[in-house]
């Protein structure tokens, strides 16, 4: 049985490309491209502006591996920012995540995901060796590991702290357990275990 189509090619292309936006079903898409045709002075003209402009300027951070308009990135290039310490992210996204806490002024390291064998993803995939190029070059006395509490991003945690194990320098992970403002009644079995196991002096 055949789908009638409900609008031009042009519209239907729209909707499907928004569909593969993370957290967009078709649904939502077609939600989506219905309120951005019906603004489309306002919204759909600049959004397909700005989206032209960054495809022409955006790139890739040869250091880091953030994105941005300017190589290295602006994260990179802030003299303000501690040299000393890098923290080490799965993804820009976590990145940019650790970046609203604003809670360490630190240079960063983009992995670009984890290893995942049953995937296909090996340490030649990810960005391992550039991180173990900026320690050894010296000058990184703390390496902080903010990759995700699953079990392929423990795993990209200790093969990277065994690659590091000859160098002078501190490996540290993100602590796990109880979030701020959480109730303990509504936490996992893991989560909990994580919180007593990393206990703190009060």
């Known amino acids: 049985m055949s789908t009638k189509r409900i609008a031009g090619p042009e519209i239907e292309r729209l909707i499907q490309l928004l569909a593969k ?27 397909a502006a700005a989206m032209g402009e960054a495809v022409d300027k955006v ?17 990179c290039s802030d003299p303000r920012r501690d040299p000393a310490t890098l923290i080490v992210v799965e993804d ?5 995540a650790l970046e609203r806490a604003a809670a360490l002024s630190a240079r960063y390291h983009v992995l670009g995901g984890t290893l995942s064998p049953l995937d296909g993803v090996g340490p030649d ?6 991180l173990v190029s900026r320690v050894a070059a010296g000058g990184v006395r703390e390496v902080i590991l903010a990759v995700n509490a699953t079990v392929e991003g423990q795993t990209t945690a200790h093969y990277i702290t065994d690659q590091l194990s000859g160098l002078d320098v501190r490996v540290t992970r993100l ?4 979030p701020v403002g959480g109730e303990l009644d509504y ?16």
């Open 21 to 47: 936006v993370p957290g967009l079903g078709p649904r939502s898409a077609r939600r989506a491209a219905l309120h951005l045709i019906k603004k489309k002075e306002q919204l759909l003209a600049p959004l």
């Open 59 to 75: 790139r890739v951070c040869s250091v880091c591996g953030n994105v941005d308009t300017v190589d290295p990135c602006t994260v």
């Open 92 to 96: 820009v996204s976590d990145l940019w």
């Open 125 to 130: 995939d990810l960005n391992i060796k550039g």
């Open 175 to 178: 602590a796990h357990g109880v």
């Open 187 to 202: 936490l996992d079995e893991g989560t909990l275990a994580a919180a007593l196991k990393s206990r703190t002096a009060f």
